[in-house]
């Protein structure tokens, strides 16, 4: 059974620093691998996907990184903002069982100015 | 551009009440889905609908169901409301069915309370 874990749960740093956010999954059979961000009370917003035979994608400060063997996804932000606190979520699709998304449960971001 | 509207945004239900709630999209998505969320559980899939007039079962379908009324409507029924299925319930829509790398599009969410 596929399962994707984000750690820490909440984080909080100062503005202006690059930060790292984690995400693992079990099974490395997989389509691609999904970053969502969701603001308070709201739905969420697909920032970066990356398939299974890429590396890493890039969306202006944001960077994230895909290695299957060891079933890891960093997402890296450049230069934090206020602006970039959020809840920010990894999904992994897995070939198995109609390829549907399966969601870790969210790193917490805090950006004090 | 309105993108994925879900209504309501808010509901109260006792045990045993029904409801369904509704989502539409406008993008002339072809797959739509129901996920729930919940503290600690991260988004759990309900039910989705790869195309207009096909419906199946995601992880946790028991105690729901659902209508894919057209190609831009998809409802989530509760018939029996019960205190488990407070959640908040998000729909959302992909642009092409079977595209495994298809992005998909929320809705803002329902927040459902079950007393």
């Known amino acids: 059974k596929q399962e994707v874990t984000q750690i820490p749960a909440a984080l909080s740093v100062p503005e202006g620093e690059n930060l790292v956010l984690n995400c693992s999954f079990t099974?490395?059979?997989?389509?691609?691998l999904q970053w969502f961000r969701q603001d308070p009370g709201k739905g969420l917003t697909s920032l970066l996907l990356?398939?299974?035979?890429?590396r890493e994608q890039t969306s202006g400060r944001l960077n994230a990184s895909l290695d299957k063997s060891s079933g890891r996804s960093t997402l890296y932000i450049a230069a934090s903002q206020p602006g970039d606190s959020a809840t920010y979520l990894c999904a992994v699709r897995r070939y198995n069982q109609g390829g549907k998304l399966i969601f870790g449960q969210g790193t917490e971001l805090s950006v004090k100015p | 551009n309105a993108g994925v509207t879900q209504t309501p945004k808010f509901q109260v239900l006792k045990t045993g009440q029904s409801m369904t709630l509704q989502c539409a999209q406008d993008m002339n998505h072809n797959s739509m889905y129901w996920y729930r969320q919940d503290p600690g559980m991260g988004l759990r899939l309900i039910y989705y609908s790869a195309s207009e007039g096909t419906t199946d079962k995601g992880e946790v379908p028991n105690g729901y169901n659902v209508s894919r009324l057209n190609k831009r409507e998809f409802s989530l029924r509760l018939e029996s409301a019960a205190p488990s299925q407070t959640s908040v319930y998000f729909c959302a829509s992909a642009i092409k069915s079977g595209d495994v790398n298809e992005k998909l599009f929320f809705g803002s969410g329902t927040q459902l309370s079950v007393l």
């Open positions: 990356i398939q299974s035979s890429q």
């Open positions: 099974d490395s059979a997989i389509y691609n």
